[in-house]
Structure formats: structure tokens, C-alpha cells
């Protein structure tokens, strides 16, 4: 805005104040875009709510279609068990008896306990275990150190080297990399380190510590008694004898055994279908406060009478209404959904919980279904991304609100642009008005003189 540095000097008149309630008249239109990108900015952040409380609703949809959900299971040990055990989402439920008779082991050797093992001439070193081998070429003058590196650098995957100060002498020790009685390895030394040779399958393979080289422990498989059958693995984790249960074997029970439960473990799907009914209202609640129109007095929520809202609400409600199933369970209110005249949604978690119990594939077929016959969850899935998706309805419609935005910006822009423009030429217009009226009181005065002059001439 221009500021006038004097007026009415002329005129007598505030110019100023003038101009001001004029320009106040010609800023009316800025001040009704303003109102209109207001309204139109709301309405972009209605919208924002609308995907967020879609976005958490998608996100429990998901969780209805999760495998882990739907078929988790547990497993519980009872007491005195050498083992624990996990189950994961499907596993075979049951009861079983399980007694651990011995733990798998791998081999492991040791150099001599009473004189340290010299590599300083060097040598060669072939280790074989489980249909593999690994020459090592030790070059001389390296110490027991170096061996010990260049074993774990070149063959970690069959053994692992280490030394141990027993405090009389300082001890190779090589461990198999794995368990079980096929991973025994072998040891074939040339020249400086032909003392490392080892066989596993010795007759009677040398086990005094003051041998130069002696067997520690045998590599050997873990055996177990599985419902009176004895089961051995080349593991101590067992993931074969239930199909979805981990079982680690912990310590050896001898004749001992334990009982092993694996049943269905619900509360995960009871916890993901009260979190659906709940993500379900909220959208449902802020679909409505944003729609609303109170005809008594004639407010409206920033999204009254969008029909996009309206087409959110139809694809939500349709989707439960449209819902059916087979066997026992005929629809929604079957899982023990259903909804009060207000529309909103609520779960009966009894009615819920003895239809797992009672019929769990039924439950499943309600949830999640088939491609031909779609269950809640894949029902939901579509409308959501739709909704939620780049390029979706809800997206287009943010954009178009937000190049309204842009638009009314640049609408301000150039009327401000005029607005400047206007303002100057009614600061010219009074200003030259206010000059003339100046002018003309100036001239009427100087004729007031001389008439006041020729009439004191006329008196005298």
C-alpha cells in the first residue's frame, strides 16, 4: 500500500482516511478468496484424516489375513523336560511325550596338553568333514597363531580353530563347525604338520592328553524318544517330528520323559477382530463428523455433501452386508458382528470365541475365503487400496483441492497486483482535487481581500 506523506492541505479533507475506506471496499474480493481457500485448506485436512483412519483400518484388515494370526498356535513343556519348544502359525496340534537320551555333539580334537604344538617348518593341512575338504598351505616360520588363522580363514566352515593356556602348555583345539555324527572330520598333515593327522574312523583313535594330537569329544547325533519311538538328528534343534514346532534339546533325561501340548492360541485374531470393530467406528466416526449437516442450524462439516464420503460409507457397509460363508456360519453376525441403528459396529467376543472353538475353518472361510468366494478381509482390501492408493479417490480428490489452492494464490496475487495500482490512482485523483480546491481557496481569498480593500476605500 502507497503512504501519503501529506493531504488536504488544500481541502481540509482526510485524504487518508479516504482512501483507506475505499481500499477496504476494493479488498473485498482478496478477503472472499481468502474465506474460499480457508474452507477449501479444511476441507484438504478432512480428507487427511479421512486416509489416516482408512490407513489403520487397512492395516487390521491385514492383520485379519495374516497366517500368524489366524492359525497361531503354542506349544507349553511340562516339568523336568530336558528341551523347549515353539510353535508357529499352523502347527499340528496335539499332545506328545519326549525324553532326551543324548545331545548331539561335534567332534573336536586337541594338540597335546603337556608340550606346545611348533608349526614353524610348515606344512600342509587337509581337513575333510561331510563329503568336503579344504587344503591349507602353511608356509614356514608362522606360529601357532597363524595356523589358528589360516585354519578359521579357510576352513571356518568345517572347524574352528582356537588356543587354550592350560598353563602347562598352549593347546590347538579344532571343534567341527556343526554338529552330528555324518560332520566327524578328518585331518591329513604333510611335512611340519603331519602330527595333525587325524582319522575319525579309527579303530581306537588316541585319547591321552599327552598324545600330540587326541580326540576330545566324538562327533555324535542326538537321540530322543518321541511317543515311545526313539528318533535320532544330527541337531539339537529338531524342526521334523511336528510339522510347525521347533523343538531345542536342552540336557539329556535319561529314561525321563515330558509332555509336550501344542494347541490353537486365539487371542492374537480376538485381539486383531476387536482392533477391526474398533478401526471399523473410527472410520465410520470420522466419515460422519466430517459430512454432517445440522438443518436446524445450518452447520455443515467440511466434506458435507461429498460423495466421495458417501461411496466410502456404501463400499465399507456393503462389504459386511455382502459377506457369507458355508457351513455353520451364514454371514457377519455369525463371527458375532453387528451393528445398532446408529451404525455403529460392535463384536461379541463370546459369540466370536465359541465359533473358533466350534468351527475354525468356518471362521477362516468368513475371514479371509477364497478368489471365488472372498472372506471379510479380502473384501476390504480393494476398497481400501482404491481409496488409499496413489492416483486412488481420495488422492485425486487432495489434488484437485490442492491446485484449488494454487489457483486462489494466484487469483490474490494479481489482485493485489491491482489493488496497488488502484490505490495510487485515487491517491493522484485527491491529490490533484485536493490541490485545485487549494488553488481556488487561495484565489478566494485574495478576492475576499480586495473586496474588503475597495469597500474601506468606499467608506473613507
Known amino acids: 500500500?502507497?503512504?501519503?506523506?501529506?493531504?488536504?492541505?488544500?481541502?481540509?479533507?482526510?485524504?487518508?482516511?479516504?482512501v483507506e475506506q475505499l481500499m477496504s471496499i476494493e479488498r473485498r474480493p482478496i478477503a472472499a478468496l481468502e474465506q474460499r481457500k480457508s474452507t477449501v485448506q479444511t476441507q484438504v485436512s478432512a480428507f487427511g484424516q479421512v486416509k489416516s483412519a482408512l490407513a489403520t483400518l487397512q492395516a487390521v484388515v491385514k492383520?485379519?489375513?495374516?497366517?500368524?494370526?489366524r492359525f497361531a498356535a503354542t506349544?507349553?513343556?511340562?516339568?523336568?523336560?530336558?528341551?523347549?519348544?515353539?510353535?508357529?502359525?499352523?502347527?499340528?496340534?496335539g499332545t506328545h511325550e519326549i525324553g532326551v537320551q543324548r545331545l548331539a555333539q561335534a567332534q573336536r580334537v586337541a594338540t597335546s596338553a603337556t608340550q606346545t604344538f611348533d608349526p614353524s617348518a610348515g606344512g600342509t593341512l587337509t581337513i575333510g568333514a561331510g563329503g568336503q575338504s579344504v587344503q591349507i598351505d602353511f608356509a614356514a616360520g608362522g606360529t601357532l597363531e597363524d595356523l589358528r588363522t589360516a585354519i578359521n580363514d579357510q576352513a571356518g566352515s568345517l572347524v574352528r580353530a582356537s588356543i587354550v593356556d592350560n598353563g602347562e602348555a598352549r593347546q590347538l583345539v579344532l571343534t567341527?563347525?556343526?554338529?552330528?555324527?555324518?560332520?566327524?572330520?578328518?585331518?591329513?598333515?604333510?611335512?611340519?604338520?603331519?602330527?595333525?593327522?587325524?582319522?575319525?574312523?579309527?579303530?581306537?583313535?588316541?585319547?591321552?592328553?599327552s598324545s600330540g594330537l587326541y580326540l576330545v569329544q566324538a562327533a555324535q547325533d542326538a537321540q530322543v524318544t518321541f511317543d515311545g519311538l526313539t528318533v535320532t538328528r544330527p541337531s539339537n534343534t529338531i524342526e521334523?517330528?511336528?510339522?510347525?514346532?521347533?523343538?531345542?534339546?536342552?540336557?539329556?533325561?535319561?529314561?525321563?520323559?515330558?509332555?509336550?501340548?501344542?494347541?490353537?492360541?486365539d487371542a492374537a485374531l480376538k485381539e486383531a477382530m476387536q482392533s477391526f470393530v474398533e478401526a471399523y467406528n473410527a472410520v465410520n466416526n470420522t466419515l460422519y463428523t466430517l459430512s454432517y449437516y445440522d438443518p436446524e442450524t445450518r452447520t455443515a462439516g467440511p466434506l458435507s455433501g461429498d460423495a466421495s464420503v458417501r461411496m466410502i460409507q456404501?463400499?465399507?457397509?456393503?462389504s459386511l452386508n455382502s459377506l457369507t460363508g458355508s457351513g455353520p456360519l451364514r454371514n457377519f453376525t455369525d463371527l458375532g458382528l453387528s451393528f445398532d441403528d446408529k451404525g455403529t459396529l460392535s463384536l461379541d467376543e463370546a459369540k466370536f470365541a465359541q465359533a473358533l472353538q466350534n468351527a475354525p475353518e468356518a471362521v477362516n472361510q468368513m475371514l479371509v475365503g477364497t478368489d471365488a468366494q472372498p472372506?471379510?478381509?479380502r473384501r476390504l482390501a480393494p476398497v481400501l487400496e482404491a481409496n488409499l492408493?496413489?492416483?486412488?479417490?481420495?488422492?485425486?480428490?487432495?489434488?484437485?483441492?490442492?491446485?484449488s489452492v494454487t489457483m486462489i494464490d494466484r487469483q490474490r496475487e494479481r489482485l493485489e497486483s491491482q489493488l496497488g495500482r488502484i490505490e495510487q490512482n485515487y491517491l493522484r485523483q485527491f491529490n490533484a482535487m485536493d490541490a485545485i480546491v487549494g488553488q481556488y481557496a487561495s484565489l478566494g481569498g485574495y478576492l475576499q481581500q480586495q473586496f474588503d480593500a475597495l469597500l474601506a476605500s468606499t467608506k473613507n
Not at 77 to 89: I, L, M, N, Y
Open 375 to 377: 472372506g471379510l478381509a
Open 314 to 318: 456404501s463400499q465399507l457397509r456393503n
Open 1 to 18: 500500500m502507497a503512504t501519503i506523506t501529506s493531504s488536504g492541505i488544500g481541502s481540509g479533507l482526510d485524504i487518508n482516511g479516504i
Open 389 to 403: 492408493q496413489t492416483g486412488g479417490m481420495l488422492d485425486a480428490r487432495v489434488q484437485g483441492l490442492t491446485a
Open 176 to 209: 567341527g563347525a556343526q554338529t552330528g555324527a555324518s560332520q566327524a572330520f578328518s585331518l591329513t598333515g604333510t611335512g611340519g604338520l603331519e602330527a595333525l593327522t587325524f582319522d575319525p574312523n579309527a579303530a581306537d583313535p588316541p585319547t591321552d592328553p
Open 240 to 265: 521334523d517330528l511336528i510339522p510347525g514346532v521347533t523343538i531345542e534339546l536342552r540336557s539329556v533325561t535319561d529314561e525321563q520323559t515330558a509332555r509336550l501340548t501344542v494347541e490353537r492360541d
Open 75 to 93: 506349544a507349553s513343556v511340562g516339568d523336568g523336560a530336558g528341551f523347549t519348544a515353539t510353535a508357529s502359525a499352523g502347527a499340528a496340534t
Open 63 to 69: 492383520r485379519l489375513d495374516d497366517p500368524s494370526v
